[in-house]
């Protein structure tokens, strides 16, 4: 699903979206939130005079402001490549989408994971659910998904629905899953798919259809948009089928005067009572249209080649160790955990902080299993026992130069 590295650069501007920044800081921790893009801002500054109620009122403002809450979800569903039948609800970011669709699963649903899922894709799923080891490569994730579905159709729970949930690339290692190739082993065994696109859709076209995805999930304010705002896309029937995941106004299309009579809305708004962030929504398509129209393989190409160098960069210092779950050559978006043998992380974080203005993350990243897994390995792979429990993590975005990896590797080289 990503474009070809190695086609030359276009001529492109850098950076389509305009991102805001604030001049010295650098920002290298794209994959916690990245920075807002003008367009976004520049897309609520232009409704903000017309801020009123979304679908609650007949007044010009209120129908202009409706108008441009459906027509963000069909850009924002348009830019994911979503099917007719599919839904688009807004959320207020990936977690909350991933919870979403476990509160709509049908009865006696198993769901199959990874073992290195982000906690917002491993920990609203059922009991019951299987989690698979991490794989050493991404040919290895296929043979296990496939050996696990074969099992549960044939053994464990035949005749129950089974849905997958994996993530599109991995926030820890920046590491690209082989979603379409678990797709097709997914349907081949009647199971359904959701798609983490939280970290893969910053860096890459993802597109429902093309990779024959029946869910996907993602977060507005890590594509250049504001908080509050992601979505949860894909197969209507489950999700028309299960109780509100808010019970309220908005959610309803009869509400009669004994106690629980009610009659749910199909469609988003079954899952979206209360009035809506349409400020929100409107933020998040503006992005998905520039974006849209990018040229998304230069914007790739750039990326990889400042990926390139950071990574270089890194193993060319000897204390530096990087963590990965596929091998090194593997596609990856620009995400880099690494830990500096013999330092405390939270300590290093810190110091680039103050001392160089540089912003990193450290710690687990919200993925426990995976990233204490990654550090043991780090440790047997390179025979050192003085690396730390925890560990950092680069990330690269749209405004990201060649000044600021370069900045990172020296400020790394130079530590006291
Ligand atoms: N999945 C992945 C892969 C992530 O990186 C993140 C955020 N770190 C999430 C899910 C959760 O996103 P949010 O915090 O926006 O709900």
Redesign the pocket.
């Given at each position: 699903s990503l474009p070809a590295v190695d086609t030359p650069p276009a001529p492109a501007r850098p950076d389509p979206l305009g991102v805001l920044g604030v001049p010295g800081e650098i920002n290298l921790d794209h994959?916690?939130s990245a920075p807002c893009a003008r367009a976004a801002a520049d897309a609520v500054a232009e409704l903000l005079p017309w801020y009123a109620s979304v679908h609650r009122g007949a007044g010009a403002l209120s129908r202009r402001c409706t108008l441009a809450y459906e027509r963000a979800r069909q850009t924002v569903g348009d830019f994911v490549g979503a099917r007719a039948g599919d839904h688009v609800i807004f959320t207020?970011?990936?977690?909350?989408s991933?919870n979403l669709l476990a509160r709509a699963l049908p009865a006696g649903t198993t769901v199959v994971t990874f073992a290195g899922?982000?906690h917002?894709?491993l920990l609203p799923w059922p009991r019951g659910s299987v989690r698979l080891p991490v794989p050493a490569d991404p040919a290895g994730a296929v043979r296990a998904l496939a050996a696990a579905l074969a099992e549960l159709s044939r053994d464990a729970r035949p005749g129950l629905p089974v849905l997958v949930a994996v993530?599109g690339?991995?926030?820890v290692t920046g590491e690209v899953w082989p979603v379409a190739e678990l797709a097709r082993v997914a349907h081949r065994h009647g199971a359904r798919i959701l798609v983490?696109a939280?970290?893969l859709a910053p860096h890459a076209p993802v597109d429902l259809a093309a990779l024959d995805v029946d869910y996907l999930a993602l977060?507005g304010?890590?594509l250049y948009a504001p908080f509050g705002t992601?979505v949860l896309v894909g197969r209507g029937d489950w999700l028309d089928a299960a109780a509100p995941y808010l019970a309220g106004g908005g959610a309803t299309s009869h509400v009669g005067p004994a106690t629980h009579e009610v009659r749910w809305a199909t469609g988003p708004a079954r899952h979206e009572a209360g009035t809506p962030n349409l400020l929100g929504a409107v933020a998040l398509a503006a992005v998905c249209a520039a974006l849209a129209g990018a040229d998304r393989a230069a914007l790739h190409a750039r990326e990889q080649a400042l990926l390139s160098r950071l990574r270089r960069g890194l193993a060319a210092l000897p204390d530096v160790v990087e963590l990965r779950t596929f091998p090194a050559d593997a596609p990856r978006v620009g995400i880099v955990s690494f830990v500096v043998a013999g330092r405390d992380s939270a300590d290093v974080a810190a110091r680039l902080a103050a001392a160089h203005r540089i912003g990193v993350r450290d710690g687990l990243?919200?993925a426990h299993p995976l990233a204490r897994r990654l550090l043991s390995e780090a440790a047997a792979r390179t025979g050192r026992t003085d690396l730390p429990p925890t560990a950092l993590r680069a990330s690269l975005g749209l405004g990201t130069t060649e000044a600021d990896v370069d900045a990172l590797l020296t400020a790394l080289a130079t530590l006291p």
């Open positions: 994959a916690a207020r970011n990936t977690t909350d991933v899922e982000h917002a894709n993530t690339a991995s926030n983490d939280a970290q977060s304010h890590k992601g990243f919200c």
